[in-house]
Structures are given as C-alpha cells and as structure tokens.
C-alpha cells in the first residue's frame, strides 16, 4: 500500500520568510496530492492541490511542486506570516471512485514575528 | 451547504461504556471517511465508504469498533466496550466520486474515556 512521508516534523521561520514542507510517496499510481491545513483544534482544510500531469501549481503565497520520476512533492509558502503558523499535512491519492487518501504525519510550523 | 456535521463535538465517558459518534456528509456526497487523530499516531484513516458501502476498513483497530451508513446522509462510529487509548480527535470527511476527490472534513468529536 501507499505509505506518506513529510520532513520537517517541525519547523520555525520568522515572519517574511519562506517555510519548504517535503513529502515523499511510495506508490508510483498515486495521481494527486492534496496539501492541507490544521490550525489549532480545528478541522484539516485544503489549501491546495496537484495532479500527476502537473509539475507545479501556484497560489498566491503558496507554491506545490511535484516530481513523479523521484515520487516526491513540496508545499512552499513565501512572506510567511503569523496566521500561516499551523500543522500542514500532505497526502497521496489514486484518483477513482472512492479512493481514500494517506496521509503523511504533518508538520507543525510556527511563524515568528 | 452547511458543510459535514458532527455530534457530539464533545464526548466524555467512562471506560466499558458504549459511544456512538454520528456523522452527516456535504448533500451530494457519496464518499464517507473516519480518521482518528492523536498526537502519537497522528490522522489515520479507520474506515470509508462509498455509495453508503463499506470499501476498507483496514484502519479500524479491533473489534470493538464498528461503523455504519444506512443511507447516504447518516453514518455512525460505534466504539463498544470503550477504553482510555481510544480517547482521540475522531473526524469524519466526505468526498464527491468523480472529480479529484477533496475531502471535506467536519468540525470532529474530541472523545475522552476516563
């Protein structure tokens, strides 16, 4: 099956700079990544999504990019601000009916001012 | 769309009782999941369905839990003996089939068994 890993567990930026969050996935039929946001004791919320035959798709602030060749993805935020401090989850899905995601275990970023 | 409803939002229990967590997918849906999130094992997935039809329910831990979906706007999440390691964040998401499938999750249920 899929397995889901995200480097860093943790990561503090200060305010302005830019925060880089790496996923690597195991299986090479994975077709779309969905990156998503938890800010404290709420509900995980998409932010942004790639699909396989994209290499890169941009947001305003936040960047995704992805290389299928190497089965590794990133979530990249610039003028990171105080309100972007959050955990972010990555995850890899087989687009079909039904397919259910696996997610990676998150990581906490914290925005200094 | 009032988005995915969950109740209760808070449960506090006693171990050895029964819970039953209750979830209503987004109006359309017809892909239902329940995740439970603790700080060590972080969101996992224990169980969806589609068409109101169990597809996996590898995640689901033992036998003490068990999941249902009557029909397409109602699913439970029944936890019978309960036990304090099942105290957690349990959320439940739902997904329309046939588009790039985002989850949309509701607001969960923090459970804590004493």
């Known amino acids: 099956g899929e397995n889901v890993e995200q480097h860093p567990s943790t990561l503090s930026v200060q305010e302005g700079d830019s925060a880089v969050i790496k996923c690597t996935y195991s299986?090479?039929?994975?077709?779309?990544f969905p990156w998503y946001k938890q800010e404290l004791g709420k509900r995980p919320q998409l932010i942004i999504d790639?699909?396989?035959?994209?290499g890169e798709k941009k947001d305003q602030r936040i960047a995704v990019t992805l290389n299928k060749t190497a089965k590794h993805f990133s979530l990249h935020i610039t003028e990171t601000q105080p309100e972007d401090s959050a955990v972010y989850f990555c995850a890899a899905s087989i687009r079909a009916a039904g397919q259910n995601f696996v997610f990676g275990p998150g990581t906490r970023l914290s925005v200094l001012p | 769309d009032a988005g995915v409803i969950q109740s209760p939002r808070h449960e506090v229990t006693e171990m050895g009782q029964e819970v039953t967590l209750r979830c209503k997918p987004i109006s359309g849906h017809n892909s239902l999941f329940w995740y439970r999130q603790t700080m060590m094992r972080g969101l996992e997935l224990l169980i969806y369905f589609n068409n109101n039809v169990p597809i996996d329910d590898s995640g689901m831990p033992e036998d003490r839990f068990s999941a249902k979906m009557p029909n397409a706007s109602f699913s439970t999440l029944k936890i019978q003996p309960s036990e304090p390691r099942d105290s957690a964040v349990y959320f439940c998401?739902?997904?329309?089939?046939?588009?790039?499938?985002?989850?949309?999750f509701g607001p969960g249920t923090r459970l804590t068994v004493l």
């Open positions: 790639i699909r396989s035959n994209v």
């Open positions: 299986d090479s039929a994975s077709n779309y």
């Open positions: 998401a739902s997904s329309q089939q046939g588009r790039y499938n985002e989850q949309f």
